[in-house]
């Protein structure tokens, strides 16, 4: 019953290949987000998705790629992985609709790290 | 957009005394500015909340405070336990920017028994 998941949880890859990262909410929110979480452990905001619909999109290399399909699922690809990609990755949902509910919930991270 | 930062970036206590963060933000249409604490290896998680139409909330022994004429907020932490050690975040939100919280970049406590 776990409320916002994430697969892998953990991701050891070479550099220049391609990854995947999966997302689901089970608490109906209609807003999905990815955060990267570096060493010093800033959360940076990195997409956003609401009702499937892209809004947030922060300076990230196109080498970033997320997808909604739909309401409950965000998905992040990375192409061509470097070094500088390796940090933890979370994601995290919230009710943006109603009053009084966009508290963000986060997922358990993804730790990626590229070698 | 909105600059949140947040003071100290560090900060130990001992057991039992008395911890506080604080942090100012730029834009005075934020108004929901919560609190998240994420402990080794583990997840943000909230632990507190408060809206620009209250100027504390109280949760046992933990405590935010809000100015919104000097736009910042604190979190106050009393009778510390070693379980406290943690990264506390601070964030603010328009309410009518969907979804975008801005972060602080911070503070690790560490409560010494």
């Known amino acids: 019953d776990t409320a916002v998941s994430q697969t892998p949880k953990y991701l050891v890859t070479q550099m220049g290949n391609d990854k995947s990262i999966k997302c689901e909410q089970n608490?109906?929110?209609?807003?999905m987000y990815w955060y990267k979480q570096d060493s010093k452990k800033f959360l940076k905001i990195m997409f956003s998705y609401n009702n499937k619909e892209l809004i947030i999109n922060e300076t990230v290399p196109n080498r970033f790629s997320p997808k909604s399909p739909d309401k409950a699922h965000l998905n992040l690809h990375i192409n061509s992985l470097e070094l500088g990609d390796s940090a933890v990755y979370f994601c995290?949902?919230?009710?943006?609709?109603?009053?009084?509910?966009?508290?963000?919930?986060f997922g358990p991270g993804t730790r990626l790290l590229v070698l | 957009g909105e600059n949140v930062e947040q003071h100290p970036s560090t900060l130990s206590v001992q057991e039992g005394d008395s911890a506080v963060i604080k942090c100012t933000y730029s834009?005075?249409?934020?108004?929901?500015f919560p609190w998240y604490k994420q402990e080794l290896g583990k997840r943000p998680q909230l632990i507190i909340d408060i809206r620009s139409n209250v100027g504390e909330k109280k949760d046992q022994r933990i405590a935010v405070t809000l100015n919104k004429t000097a736009k910042h907020f604190s979190l106050h932490i009393t009778e510390t336990q070693p379980e406290d050690s943690a990264v506390y975040f601070c964030?603010?939100?328009?309410?009518?920017?969907?979804?975008?919280?801005?972060f602080g970049r911070g503070t690790q406590l560490t409560v010494w028994p």
């Open positions: 608490l109906g929110h209609d807003t």
């Open positions: 964030a603010a939100k328009r309410g009518s920017t969907l979804g975008r919280l801005y």
């Open positions: 995290a949902s919230s009710q943006e609709s109603a009053s009084f509910q966009e508290t963000q919930y």
């Open positions: 834009d005075s249409a934020s108004n929901y």
